[in-house]
């Protein structure tokens, strides 16, 4: 019991296991770093038909910039030519008499031209406002060199004066960015494809992932900069085919594996700094998820070792996954966020997460034949129940489609779910996302992350043609409206879409919305 220690978060007992601390801890990545000097100066202006509304377009080359004298008022976008993650420096020299008085100058971040151009104050959402990027900075002693401690993740930069004094103004020089990751992109195998857009998709993929690979795989590195299990199995997935960064892969499976709750639960995500923090928000598709991780892992890998140690808590998670059944054998539902699946705000998560439950009991049952555990048996036992109970309560023969909760919705994510879980014969399971494709429900997927998983079951079912069509509209879709790297949220219905609030707070590069590249390589599209 040396190597575990129990420690109270918010309302929850966490079982500390120091041991999977150390081998985390040990497996932590050496950063790699470049000097990215900006690209140009440009304008943001007002555009209907771009994304938000604003585009960007140049002023002038960069050099310019050293030319320029700033009084109070002045202000001035720079452009580092692609999404940057890193840390910024310049230096700034007073120009004509002595400097009397602090400069204030204001610092604005944007991974899009509308974070350039709209006003942060007008920020009314319901997380915090202090995700938006800005710094204010008052310098007393000029000339100055200006290194920014906080690390931001950006393509446009706004230096804006706020004040000076009457008697001097101000010339900015050398303003670089110092770029961090753990992906060498030199180890990326070259996508050749004739097509030139699944090139590009496949490109900005990458790019996507590099930028998320820190320390650990980050959901984001704007917001939240954190590590959760659900954009976790996707960035692994993209990695096996293009970083192989598989170290970092171990390294966050066994961070989350030092920090169960007392009932032997995996949080959604944890903090990293300034010490390993189990968050206290618990999703039952995420939970379930590290042991689909482990077994994606292991399967890349090999490393028996790993999932020798891990199949206790991996198998937990399952166990757990199944005491939420009711006695019909169905998932119990309830209007709380229990299960995350997808941010349609009117999507009832009952049928997809019964999805979940199978596609992983699935898995964890070949790792319990790899590992020789008496387990499997059992739990090939309840799938056999739970995918009967799923038939004969959620599958509706005269409409087609599986059905979920008590007002037997009928959604994108269910069948996209149930479809990957293989609970229907091949030839049926094609046939319900060809009839998925062609009455097209009203709920459907929001975000990168369930396109992600229509696109799967398509491929899986051999609808290849047609996941083929909707990679290229949905991800063509972004970098038409002027993505360099892959968002958190796109709804092509409905572009200022946000769950948040308001789309200056949205995640413009973004893990769960990387996987394209494993699409395209894994399945050879």
Not at 70 to 91: N, Q, T, W
Not at 189 to 195: G, I, Q, R, S
Not at 312 to 340: C, H, S
Not at 467 to 478: D, R
Request: with cysteine.
């Amino acid at each position: 019991m040396g190597d575990t220690i129990k420690m109270q978060a918010g309302q929850v007992e966490i079982v500390r296991n120091e041991a999977f601390v150390r081998k985390a801890e040990a497996l932590k990545p050496a950063l790699l770093e470049e000097a990215v000097k900006a690209a140009r100066v440009v304008e943001v202006v007002a555009d209907a038909e771009a994304m938000h509304g604003w585009r960007a377009r140049e002023a002038a080359p960069a050099e310019a910039l050293e030319a320029r004298e700033f009084k109070k008022g002045d202000a001035v976008v720079l452009d580092f030519g692609d999404h940057r993650v890193g840390y910024v420096s310049f230096d700034v020299r007073p120009v004509g008499s002595p400097p009397d008085a602090p400069l204030k100058l204001k610092l604005t971040f944007g991974e899009m031209p509308v974070e350039m151009a709209e006003p942060f104050s007008s920020y009314n959402g319901w997380i915090s406002s202090s995700w938006l990027q800005e710094e204010i900075l008052l310098v007393d002693v000029l000339p100055a060199r200006i290194s920014l401690p906080r690390r931001y993740s950006f393509r446009y930069l706004k230096l804006e004066v706020l004040d000076t004094s009457q008697k001097y103004r101000v010339a900015f020089e050398g303003v670089t960015v110092r770029t961090v990751t753990s992906g060498d992109v030199s180890a990326v195998a070259e996508l050749a494809h004739p097509d030139p857009v699944i090139r590009e998709i496949d490109r900005v993929s990458v790019k996507t992932l590099q930028d998320c690979m820190q320390d650990v795989f980050e959901d984001g590195p704007k917001r939240d900069r954190r590590l959760w299990l659900g954009d976790l199995r996707l960035q692994a997935l993209a990695n096996y085919e293009t970083f192989r960064g598989d170290d970092l892969v171990k390294r966050c499976l066994y961070l989350f594996a030092a920090v169960p709750d007392e009932l032997g639960r995996v949080t959604a995500n944890l903090f990293i700094e300034p010490d390993l923090i189990a968050d206290d928000t618990y999703l039952y598709d995420y939970s379930l998820f590290f042991a689909a991780t482990l077994h994606d892992y292991v399967e890349a890998t090999g490393d028996e070792e790993t999932l020798r140690e891990l199949w206790p808590l991996a198998r937990r998670q399952v166990e757990l996954g199944l005491e939420r059944l009711d006695e019909t054998g169905v998932l119990r539902d309830e209007e709380t966020w229990w299960a995350f699946i997808d941010w349609h705000q009117s999507l009832n998560k009952q049928a997809p997460a019964q999805g979940v439950l199978i596609y992983t009991l699935k898995r964890a049952i070949a790792m319990a034949e790899r590992v020789g555990c008496d387990s499997a048996t059992g739990l090939a036992a309840r799938l056999a129940e739970v995918e009967a109970a799923t038939l004969a309560r959620l599958w509706d023969a005269e409409l087609g489609f599986f059905v979920s909760g008590a007002d037997r919705q009928v959604s994108w994510a269910s069948q996209a779910w149930l479809a990957l879980a293989e609970v229907l014969p091949p030839e049926d399971n094609r046939a319900l996302m060809l009839r998925l494709l062609a009455e097209s429900p009203d709920i459907g997927p929001t975000t990168p992350y369930m396109y992600h998983h229509v696109v799967e079951a398509l491929l899986l079912t051999g609808c290849r043609d047609q996941a083929v069509a909707m990679l290229k509209q949905y991800w063509g879709g972004m970098l038409e409206d002027g993505a360099d790297t892959f968002w958190e949220l796109y709804d092509p219905q409905d572009k200022s879409f946000s769950p948040y609030g308001s789309h200056l707070i949205n995640s413009y590069c973004h893990a769960w919305s990387c996987t394209p590249t494993y699409l395209i390589r894994k399945f050879g599209l």
